[in-house]
């Protein structure tokens, strides 16, 4: 069973930056996307960022030219480097991997206040 475990989440003022890491358990293959997604308070789970067949990068038009998705495959690791960061971008965020399963980590909080 692969774990996904999420970090750097924290609390920060408006303008700040923050670098939010997933590393996977164990080496996943066949990835098709690897995404972050957020829960803001009150509403839906939504994507933020993700990269799909290892080239094809999305973002929310919420957060681009602030937020950066990137991988690490050495690592194992996933990143979204989030600048400029708004209070509107207080969430839990969630690392995702589809590789015909479906992983998801626990969450990280990211508070930012204004």
């Known amino acids: 069973q692969v774990q996904l475990v999420e970090s750097g989440g924290g609390l920060v003022q408006a303008g700040g930056s923050l670098r939010l890491s997933c590393a996977a358990s164990?080496?996943?293959?066949?990835?098709?996307?690897m995404g972050w997604y957020r829960r803001r308070p009150g509403k839906q789970r939504e994507l933020v960022a993700s990269?799909?067949?290892?080239?094809?990068?999305n973002y929310a038009e919420s957060v681009k030219g602030r937020f950066t998705i990137s991988r690490d495959n050495a690592k194992n690791t996933l990143y979204l480097q989030m600048n400029s960061l708004k209070p509107e971008d207080t969430a839990v965020y969630y690392c995702?991997?589809?590789?015909?399963?479906?992983?998801w980590g626990q969450g990280t909080q990211v508070t930012v206040s204004s």
């Open positions: 995702n991997i589809w590789a015909g399963l479906n992983y």
């Open positions: 990269i799909a067949n290892a080239r094809t990068v």
């Open positions: 164990r080496i996943i293959t066949n990835i098709n996307t």
